[in-house]
């Protein structure tokens, strides 16, 4: 049987580029998404005019409930999950001091509390089967802070604190859990930015230009594949911020 993987935030961006290359891979994917049904039709059927099928499931994964029924679904249809991709985000771009207790939980919600519940709800199916690769897709920002974007940047480096913490408790049942902490994507995230701005980041990276989403969906293939890699935070952002 192939490779499970559920990806969520799969409709855009990032978490799509992933859908699609693990698809491509011969894994079958079960893409979530929330708001963004038309893009997740779109997404099937970009993939069935190439023969390859995907399930689409929406649900809000910062809500256990819902959280639950997306992964009872997978394994009432495929019997495990050999793969989870915490990619689900949204950004805040906001003075601290104008952060509200509303805006506190609508960022820390989707963007870690999701990771922290469906970690919870996959992990028994791979520890039953003895194995298990679990990727966060965190943030340049969850390792070095970023001015204007305090909770985005807390959500991320307590994505990144559960992902060392999780590998070591979960490395004796062979579950890999690793992150990847992107610089500047070209994405819908990073609309706010000026034609200026952009450029700007391209001058200053070694590498000559902002990342793409198949550059992180890459780095998830292979950590997919990697059967020796686990708690790390890997920066894929072209040099532009070396650690």
């Keep these: 049987m192939s490779k499970i993987a559920i990806i969520t935030g799969a409709s855009r961006g990032i978490g799509r580029e992933i859908a699609k290359q693990l698809a491509k891979s011969q894994i079958q994917v079960i893409a979530n998404y929330n708001n963004s049904e038309k893009e997740a039709i779109q997404l099937k059927r970009e993939l069935e005019k190439q023969n390859i099928i995907i399930d689409i499931v929406k649900a809000d994964i910062s809500k256990r409930e819902e959280a639950q029924r ?138 000559g230009r902002i990342g793409k989403p198949e550059d992180i969906a890459k780095c998830v293939t292979w950590l997919v594949e990697d059967t020796f890699t686990t708690g790390q935070v890997i920066s894929v952002n072209g040099g532009w911020i070396i650690t």
Excluded at 153 to 182: D, F, H, Q, Y
């Design 70 to 207: 997306l992964v009872e679904f997978v394994l009432k249809k495929y019997h495990k999950v050999d793969i989870l991709i915490n990619n689900a985000g949204i950004s805040e771009y906001k003075i601290f001091t104008d952060e509200t207790d509303e805006d506190w939980d609508r960022v820390i919600n989707t963007n870690l509390y999701s990771a922290f519940i469906m970690s919870q709800e996959v992990i028994p199916s791979m520890v039953h089967h003895k194995n298990g690769c679990i990727i966060n897709i965190s943030s340049i920002w969850g390792m070095v802070g970023s001015s204007l974007e305090v909770l985005y940047s807390i959500s991320k480096a307590g994505m990144n604190g559960m992902t060392k913490a999780l590998a070591k408790e979960l490395g004796p049942s062979n579950i890999r859990v690793n992150a990847i902490a992107p610089g500047a994507i070209d994405t819908a995230m990073n609309a706010n930015l000026s034609r200026e701005e952009l450029e700007q980041l391209e001058e200053d990276t070694p590498l």
